[in-house]
């Protein structure tokens, strides 16, 4: 799917059907209340009135569905080149601190206070990853906004937050434990402010998509 991907923008085509089904659902209702009309209203007045009246409505769907799909194009990302994505991942690989890197930063910037350090590392990283997810959020409401209102594009990925943060919790308690004596607090902030400086160049990643 993943090669797919890279040659067909599957969610336009999504959208396409979505929108080309809905359409099409309008112009059989709109043919049968038509003849339904023309069979019912006598000739006259009336019967001409309801009659623009239901072209005008089926016009106005045409032109909804159309300025819908185009929104949904304009608001959504540009499928990346596959070389662009390979550079773009290597990048944020590179520029990731691992937990042993950031104790070893504190430890020659601030050898007399590494938590403190730490904790600052730790409170930037998740200033990052929050500007992210504020990001994130803003470009899936947009998408749920301009597609269908069964994608729950903002939904899903609020979803996908709340687990990593309960999974950044759980695995950092977790190597804390691991930890030699008097280490845990150390491995525990330092771990903390890696995996949200990673979360958040993995959203950065997605919406430069």
């Not at 185009?70 to 070389?83: D, E, G, N």
């Not at 690989?93 to 590392?121: F, H």
């Amino acid at each position: 799917m993943g090669y797919i991907n890279e040659w067909v923008h599957l969610e336009a085509i999504q959208a396409l059907i979505h929108h080309a089904s809905a359409v099409i659902t309008a112009i059989f209702i709109f043919a049968v209340s038509a003849r339904l009309i023309a069979y019912l209203i006598p000739d006259g007045h009336a019967k001409r009135l309801v009659m623009i009246i239901d072209d005008v409505v089926l016009v106005a769907v045409f032109g909804l569905a159309g300025w819908r799909l185009l929104s949904y194009m304009w608001f959504q990302p540009q499928v990346t080149p596959a070389a662009q994505k390979v550079q773009l991942v290597q990048s944020v690989a590179d520029g990731a601190d691992s937990a042993d890197e950031l104790i070893a930063q504190c430890r020659k910037l601030s050898p007399d206070d590494l938590l403190q350090c730490l904790r600052q590392k730790k409170l930037q990283a998740e200033r990052a990853m929050a500007d992210a997810v504020a990001r994130m959020s803003t470009d899936m409401r947009a998408l749920d906004k301009v597609g269908s209102t069964k994608i729950g594009a903002a939904r899903s990925f609020d979803a996908a937050q709340a687990t990593f943060l309960l999974y950044r919790e759980t695995e950092c308690r977790w190597l804390s434990t691991t930890a030699r004596s008097g280490a845990a607090d150390t491995v525990y902030q330092a771990c903390m402010a890696d995996l949200a400086h990673r979360r958040a160049a993995r959203i950065d990643q997605i919406l430069r998509r």
